[in-house]
């Protein structure tokens, strides 16, 4: 057993893509899963299904869309300001927040109404991008200062991972919610 774990810390280190995007994909699409259980098992949905379209929606979004791009953003963001002074810091937060997130955001509320089928797929983002960018701001920019000030650049998309569970669970109840 204990060769198995080494031999997968060792795939993984060496393909920190690979390790990004199970990682953030496991928590992005757990937050999907935890905001069902919770409709379903706390208040109490009247169907008792899963929704297993949703999860697919979110695995794409969790496994192949942001993980991938915050690898190469935050690789990017690296070799371009060094080290952890403030103001580099303030600089990757400012980019991160205000540069990334607004079309990251975009794509999400668009591409989920694609894939849901909708007529109108920018009505979702147009209702909703404000408040969601707004109420990101005050989430993400506390907790990018921690990912760029403390943090060791190998484990920036996984702690972004770990947000986005806490974020994404925000995300897909303001999703759910009638515009």
């Not at 949905?45 to 993980?67: C, I, N, T």
């Not at 760029?148 to 925000?170: A, D, E, K, M, Q």
Request: hydrophobic fraction near 50%; charged fraction near 20%.
């Amino acid at each position: 057993m204990k060769k198995i774990v080494i031999r997968i810390r060792r795939f993984f280190r060496s393909r920190p893509l690979l390790k990004n995007m199970g990682g953030f994909g496991m928590l992005f699409v757990g937050a999907e899963w935890t905001q069902q259980t919770l409709l379903k098992k706390v208040w109490v949905d009247p169907d008792p299904k899963y929704d297993m379209e949703a999860f697919k929606r979110y695995s794409f979004f969790g496994v192949l869309w942001y993980p991938v791009i915050y690898h190469h953003w935050y690789k990017w963001l690296d070799v371009r300001f060094v080290g952890t002074g403030v103001a580099t810091v303030g600089k990757k937060i400012f980019l991160d927040q205000f540069v990334m997130e607004p079309p990251l955001l975009i794509a999400f509320y668009v591409g989920m109404s694609i894939m849901e089928g909708r007529e109108d797929v920018l009505k979702e983002c147009k209702e909703k991008f404000i408040t969601t960018f707004v109420s990101g701001c005050v989430f993400w920019l506390p907790a990018m200062a921690i990912n760029f000030y403390l943090l060791p650049s190998s484990l920036r998309v996984i702690f972004v991972g770990v947000c986005s569970f806490l974020w994404c669970n925000f995300i897909c109840w303001y999703k759910k919610q009638p515009a």
